[in-house]
Structure formats: C-alpha cells, structure tokens
C-alpha cells in the first residue's frame, strides 16, 4: 500500500508544478521566477494552492530578453521594486499604472520603453502620474486620443523630455510646469482648448520660457493671458 506520506509528496509536487505553470502563463514566465517571496502554498500543504500575488514585493528579471509586459502587473498589487533593466521591452501596459503608489523602485534602463512610452488611445481620463513620478527619463511621449482634461504641474519632473504630443484630448489650458521642460523639441495639442488658449495670467513663468513654448505650439496659440 502507498503510505499517506508519498501520498502527500505527490500531492504536493503535482500542485506546485502546475499552480507554478499557471502563474508563470498568466504574469509572465520571467516575472513570476523573478518574483519574491513567491508562495503557492501559503497557509502550508493543507491549504489550497494559488498564486498568492498579494505576497509578492519585489519582482527582478533582468538581462531576460523579456519583449512585453503582460497587463496582469497589476495583480501584484503589494509590488514595491521592480527591477526589469537590460530587456527589449518597447512599451508598458496601461494597468501599470495602478501601481503607482505601491512602487517605490521601477528600473527599466536598457529597454527601450526606458526613454519613449505610447499609450495613445487607452481610454486615459487623467493624466497618468505614474510617468512624473516613475519614469522621469522620457524623451518622447505620446498621450493621444484620450479623454485628459489636465495635465499636472509635476509633468515637469519629466526633465530630458523632447518630444510631447497630446493631440485629440480635451486639455483645457497647458501647466507652467511645461514650461520648465526645456529640452522639448515638439509640443502637439490638436483638437483641444489650450491649442488656442494659454492662460498662465498671475503665475511666475521666466519670458524665455514662455517665448519657448509659444515657439513649439507656432501658429496654434491666439489668446495669451
């Protein structure tokens, strides 16, 4: 007779090679490898097996030849470091961005999302802090096609940002925080109110600044407070 011992074993094993498998095909193979503490069985082998994503606080992967994200990040949802340099990813999921208060450390330098994010057309109602905040950076950003109202001030933590477009939203006036970004080459805004409209009236913006911005935006601007 099997003994309830090797019963057990194979009960265990069987488990975590599949609940392992599962976990890996849902985050991604090389995030959940990368991923710590990782748990299947967190209330011991009498619980039922899971992926226990809550426990996870740190996730490195990198030098991996990961090429996406799986939008799923955001399951991790107790993530604090994120450690995914040196890999080919090109953009980032829009999801991650529900981690932004959670993360304390994103690294992404050798990828090429390091330096230019697309998430046009996303169904964005804001403007994602997470950028301001994690990836500081950019050169190029591009934002169109959503529903953003406002752009914050703190998108002048963007310091190396070049390349900004921001067509076919709904932003009513541009911060002076744009202003500080001197290092941008273009600025787009079409089909919103602050293509025509900047009112910085009774905020303390350097002329040479200003004269930058008006440059980028040309023709487009009409009124100036």
């Known amino acids: 007779l099997v003994s309830m011992g090797v019963i057990m074993f194979l009960y265990f094993l069987i488990?975590?090679?599949t609940m392992n498998s599962r976990c890996a095909n849902e985050i991604g193979k090389e995030i959940w490898e990368g991923s710590e503490p990782r748990y299947v069985f967190m209330n011991g082998v009498a619980g039922e097996p899971g992926?226990?994503?809550k426990s996870i606080i740190s996730v490195s992967a990198t030098g991996k030849k990961i090429t996406k994200l799986q939008s799923t990040i955001d399951k991790l949802i107790n993530l604090k470091v994120l450690d995914l340099s040196n890999n080919e990813i090109?953009?980032?999921?829009?999801?991650?961005t529900n981690l932004t208060n959670t993360l304390e450390k994103i690294k992404?330098?050798?990828?090429?999302v390091y330096y230019n994010i697309n998430w046009n057309q996303c169904g964005l109602q804001t403007f994602p802090l997470f950028l301001s905040k994690h990836m500081t950076g950019l050169h190029s950003l591009s934002l169109a096609g959503n529903y953003i109202h406002e752009i914050p001030g703190e998108i002048r933590a963007i310091r190396g940002l070049k390349h900004l477009n921001l067509n076919y939203n709904n932003i009513l006036n541009l911060p002076?925080?744009?202003?500080?970004l001197t290092k941008l080459a273009t600025l787009t805004i079409k089909n919103s109110t602050a293509e025509s409209h900047l009112d910085w009236s009774n905020?303390?913006?350097?002329?040479?600044n200003t004269k930058h911005v008006l440059m980028l935006l040309g023709d487009t601007i009409k009124i100036l407070n």
């Open 15 to 17: 488990s975590s090679i």
């Open 90 to 96: 090109n953009n980032l999921p829009i999801e991650i």
């Open 203 to 208: 905020m303390s913006v350097p002329v040479e």
């Open 51 to 53: 992926c226990n994503y």
């Open 176 to 180: 002076t925080g744009i202003a500080f």
């Open 108 to 112: 992404l330098d050798g990828n090429p």
